[in-house]
């Protein structure tokens, strides 16, 4: 069973979520998407949440409401996190798990350690949490694989017609150069020509009748 919840900010919507258990948090962990940003609470046990970014938001610009909205989750959904006053949530891009055979159900390292993110003193804020609530949803039928690949595809097919896009105006592009080099040799002719008259009109009628012996 995966929750999902949406932090609506700024006329934009945020997909929040986070699986049921640790089992759950294993696909997640396999099946995450690019745009997904990974939340959890600091040194300890908690759920794994994520954020799905949406087009032009990347991890450096995360608004910070919905940074918060995720920290209330993770705090929330922490068996002793929920009892404290106050816990550090770290962030990082979900390409920067790093999962290997040898580790424990749920658990996860970092590829690159510099790339994890703190939020510091996240207390418990009903108000949030209550908004958040609102927008629960669960589904019991998510296959994560199956979402993944037709996500690639989505992208995959923008890509290409992206390319396609560029490919036409470069053609676009190349023919204008040519016929502007075109009109731009006939110029030359037209000038040459013209320059060609005036020396001939120029001449006396002895050089002129010169210019055919």
């Not at 997904?36 to 087009?55: G, K, Q």
Request: charged share 35%; aromatic share 10%.
């Amino acid at each position: 069973m995966v929750y999902y919840f949406t932090s609506h900010c700024d006329g934009v919507d945020f997909l929040l979520y986070m699986g049921k258990d640790k089992f759950e948090n294993e696909l997640l962990i396999a099946h995450g998407w690019p745009e997904d940003v990974w939340f959890h609470a600091d040194n300890l046990s908690s759920a794994h949440v994520y954020v799905r970014l949406p087009e032009g938001v990347d991890f450096e610009s995360i608004p910070a409401q919905v940074l918060n909205d995720c920290a209330q989750l993770t705090k929330e959904n922490s068996i002793k996190g929920k009892k404290q006053k106050s816990i550090k949530v770290v962030y990082t891009p979900w390409s920067n798990l790093h999962k290997t055979g040898a580790m424990e159900v749920g658990q996860v390292g970092f590829h690159k350690e510099k790339l994890r993110k703190y939020i510091v003193q996240v207390e418990r804020d009903l108000a949030v949490l209550g908004r958040l609530k609102k927008t629960m949803q669960e589904r019991t039928d998510v296959d994560f694989q199956l979402e993944r690949l037709e996500h690639d595809k989505e992208e995959n097919a923008k890509k290409r017609a992206f390319q396609r896009e560029k490919d036409q105006e470069e053609r676009q592009l190349q023919a204008e150069r040519a016929r502007q080099r075109e009109l731009h040799s006939y110029d030359r002719v037209f000038i040459e020509a013209d320059m060609q008259y005036n020396t001939d009109m120029k001449m006396g009628v002895d050089d002129y009748e010169d210019s055919f012996m």
